[in-house]
């Protein structure tokens, strides 16, 4: 069961970056030393990108029982994934450039009020790096643009259908996993405590990109207000390296 079925609930993201420093100095050089004859070492030269073909992506998607066990596949309901629009903060669609060739799909655990597990996944395979490399610098800027928090109004969206108060936290990370280059969004969508004893929801979404290929998921939970956010955050970590090393 999907929670965008019933436009009840909206998902969202959060940044956060890293630095590398590092140190340097000049020795000096040593008096009367005779200068080499030997030609400069040539800088090394970086092995091409990889180029994965679709079926061979489609044979490395990841069974649902390694997403988690009690996962299962159903069409999908998520805005914009039959489109082959990435997931983006707050219930959002970000668009890819160039219309790739895309699998999307949609795990969920049935459980009453969407507790359990939840997995959004959609692949982009380019014609070559540099178009997915334009696709990555697209999703990054998407997901530096979501605003760090935002309060959203509850409203009436039609006879039967409403959208719960709520408000979205929203942190960015970047870094790399298995060898992808990687963007996370952190989410966490917190309703007022009368809608529900499990009103916060932990979003994460992730963006990678290796080669011709773009990877964007969204893992969640529907969990109680004590329940640390790392720990949703772990278990997307583990899903996404799995994923990525198999890939390639």
């Not at 009020?113 to 490399?133: C, E, S």
Request: charged share 25%; proline share 8%; aromatic share 8%.
């Amino acid at each position: 069961m999907s929670r965008w079925r019933s436009c009840s609930v909206v998902v969202g993201l959060a940044v956060a970056a890293l630095g590398v420093t590092g140190c340097g100095g000049d020795g000096d050089k040593a008096e009367g030393a005779a200068p080499s004859d030997r030609p400069a070492a040539s800088a090394a030269t970086s092995a091409p990108p990889p180029t994965f073909d679709i079926e061979h992506v489609r044979k490395s998607l990841l069974p649902p029982k390694e997403v988690a066990g009690d996962v299962k596949p159903q069409a999908p309901t998520f805005p914009g994934l039959t489109e082959a629009g990435a997931p983006g903060c707050s219930a959002s669609t970000f668009s890819l450039p160039d219309r790739p060739k895309t699998i999307g799909r949609q795990l969920e655990t049935s459980k009453r009020g969407f507790t359990g597990t939840h997995y959004i996944q959609l692949v982009a395979v380019y014609p070559d790096a540099a178009g997915a490399a334009a696709g990555m610098d697209r999703l990054r800027a998407k997901a530096k643009a979501c605003p760090a928090k935002k309060h959203f109004p509850g409203k009436r969206l039609g006879e039967r259908r409403f959208s719960i108060e709520h408000t979205d936290t929203w942190t960015l990370t970047e870094d790399t996993i298995a060898g992808w280059t990687h963007v996370r969004g952190f989410e966490k969508h917190v309703e007022p405590p009368r809608t529900s004893r499990f009103n916060v929801f932990y979003d994460v979404y992730d963006y990678a990109v290796r080669g011709n290929v773009v990877i964007a998921t969204l893992y969640w939970e529907r969990v109680k207000p004590t329940t640390p956010g790392e720990r949703i955050a772990d278990k997307a970590t583990t899903v996404l390296t799995k994923q990525l090393q198999k890939i390639g």
